[in-house]
């Protein structure tokens, strides 16, 4: 393989989709907001961990653990019901 066709597949490897990006540009914004001491920013941020999970779960691998831990407790129901639904015995122990 040629050093061009070397360059040209490692530049399509490193290729991100769109909404990775946005995604993750997104998170980044409300890692920042969670940590401010602005009231507005913190309201906005509270109001972002009140989404529906299905939103939340585009961002959740970059959200700060602290953002993470305020969305399961605003969801602990759900979560609880999720974690419940297995049981040990479905599982190889």
Known sequence: MSENQTVVASQQEEEISED???????A?????CFNSYDPRTRTLADNFCKLDLSII???WDTLDD?????????????FKSWINSYSRKDQDV
């Open 20 to 26: 990775h990006i946005i995604y993750s540009l997104a």
């Open 28 to 32: 980044f914004g409300i890692n920042s």
């Open 57 to 59: 779960a585009n961002m």
């Open 66 to 78: 602290r953002v993470k831990i305020k969305i399961l407790n605003i969801n602990s129901q759900i």
